[in-house]
């Protein structure tokens, strides 16, 4: 095979990822647009637990606690569950509680730390098991996610239908600056979404489970055993024969602003909650490298070429990473067009601040070195994994075992705790 047949040969895989990325990006285009179960005829509000674990005090808890206490739903209660009473979060609930009143809300201490999964698993089994069994559903939210006023509602109507078991919305990103760690975030995320919902996974940023699913489906003893809360539902959702609602109404902004190691960090993290409880890991994987090496060709071929003077190959080589990024880059305006006309539909701004027409293009450019960028922190975070053995999240180092075991190392209330992750100024 010549150099120049190499070169084509990487061409057309290339063109094949690009137009698979857009038949995927179809798909959940065309799920933004509809419902997939049927508004009831009459108010679907079955009695209805919201639970918020925290741990340390995020830039938007008051916003996140005030939207909860102000839901327009008629039969709820929220628990707010924190690991240890020292908490910095205790007060910033409490007074928001004084505030706005406690008749449906709560706040709980977690004082059993099991040592077999995350902090925030055994909030979330602590709370669950102080429910009575009038409280059908069961909804889990993150303090990053600022709920409006129908947020609830929205969450709770797809159980109008029996054969969902769970339901959930998915997070978005408009960051109030444009700094690298803040746009592959972004880039990422367009991604990582679209996949979840082709996967039928939830958002423990907001979600929302039938309470059958810990009768039947002994989602707390999964939990039990769990890094991740939320990939830990979807092989109890087929224990019970039930499917994910994803409600296109509910994408939930974040606004915060991250550095890129603050991102590569949580990606990290993020990606090793998939390494142990993804259902399809095999399936992610396989896609990162189906990507990735067409990629890593093109590059060094191009290289090759310019050295050896094949300028033919190497127009090639280039055209075909210039393909990938454009594709890439390409898919951004759909997938924004639709999720703010979400935003727009429930009055909420999509822009926190105007722009000139210079810094337009400043952010353009800016993104489309963020794309490049992302798939290599992407690449490197997941080859991170294959050597991996803890973890740190939010001052708690939990330890990975041969057969993905959890175990948490030592506990440690977070007032105690001064690390990277606790002093930075997004909820991480």
């Given amino acids: 095979m010549t150099l120049l047949h190499a070169v084509i040969l990487v061409f057309a895989a290339i063109v094949i990822v690009d137009v698979i990325h857009?038949?995927?990006?179809?798909?959940?285009?065309?799920?933004?647009?509809?419902?997939?179960?049927?508004?009831?005829?009459?108010?679907?509000?079955?009695?209805?637990?919201?639970?918020?674990?925290?741990?340390?005090?995020?830039?938007?808890l008051d916003r996140c606690v005030e939207g909860l206490l102000l839901q327009e739903y008629p039969d709820y209660k929220v628990l707010f569950v924190v690991d240890h009473e020292s908490d910095p979060a205790c007060e910033r609930v409490r007074n928001m509680m004084d505030r706005h009143g406690e008749h449906h809300s709560e706040l709980q201490v977690a004082d059993e730390?099991?040592?077999?999964?995350?902090?925030?698993?055994?909030?979330?089994?602590?709370?669950e098991r102080s429910l009575d069994p009038s409280y059908e559903i069961v909804a889990v939210i993150d303090s990053d996610t600022v709920p409006h006023p129908t947020w609830l509602r929205e969450l709770v109507e797809p159980f109008s239908d029996p054969k969902y078991g769970a339901t959930t919305g998915q997070r978005w990103y408009i960051p109030e600056k444009d700094n690298f760690g803040s746009l592959v975030r972004c880039l990422w995320n367009a991604a990582a979404i679209v996949q979840m919902y082709l996967y039928g996974m939830v958002w423990g940023g907001s979600c929302a489970l039938r309470r059958r699913l810990f009768t039947e489906g002994k989602l707390c003893e999964t939990w039990k055993h769990a890094l991740s809360d939320d990939m830990s539902v979807t092989a109890c959702l087929r224990g019970i024969d039930a499917k994910t609602a994803f409600v296109p109404s509910?994408?939930?902004?974040?606004?915060?602003?991250?550095?890129?190691?603050?991102?590569?960090?949580?990606?990290?993290?993020?990606?090793?909650?998939?390494?142990?409880?993804?259902?399809?890991?095999?399936?992610?994987?396989?896609?990162?490298?189906?990507?990735?090496?067409?990629?890593?060709a093109a590059f060094f071929l191009l290289l090759f070429s310019l050295i050896v003077g094949d300028y033919a190959a190497s127009a090639w080589s280039l055209a075909s990473l210039m393909i990938y990024w454009g594709g890439v880059f390409g898919t951004l305006p759909f997938m924004e067009r639709a999720i703010r006309q979400k935003l727009q539909e429930r009055d909420e701004p999509v822009n926190s601040r105007s722009l000139t027409f210079a810094a337009r293009l400043c952010k353009i450019f800016r993104t489309l070195i963020a794309v490049p960028l992302t798939q290599c922190v992407y690449t490197s975070a997941l080859f991170w994994l294959h050597f991996t053995k803890r973890v740190e999240w939010r001052g708690i180092e939990y330890e990975i075992g041969m057969h993905k075991t959890i175990r948490l190392i030592e506990y440690v209330p977070y007032t105690a705790v001064k690390s990277e992750e606790s002093d930075a100024p997004v909820s991480l």
């Fill in 22 to 60: 857009y038949g995927a990006l179809f798909l959940f285009l065309r799920a933004i647009r509809r419902k997939t179960w049927t508004t009831p005829s009459e108010p679907f509000a079955p009695k209805t637990a919201v639970i918020l674990a925290l741990r340390g005090a995020d830039p938007f």
């Fill in 113 to 127: 730390h099991f040592e077999t999964c995350s902090l925030k698993c055994s909030a979330l089994i602590h709370a």
């Fill in 250 to 296: 509910l994408f939930i902004v974040n606004r915060e602003t991250c550095t890129l190691s603050s991102f590569y960090r949580w990606v990290r993290r993020q990606l090793l909650c998939a390494k142990i409880h993804h259902p399809a890991w095999n399936a992610v994987v396989g896609q990162a490298v189906l990507i990735t090496i067409p990629l890593a």
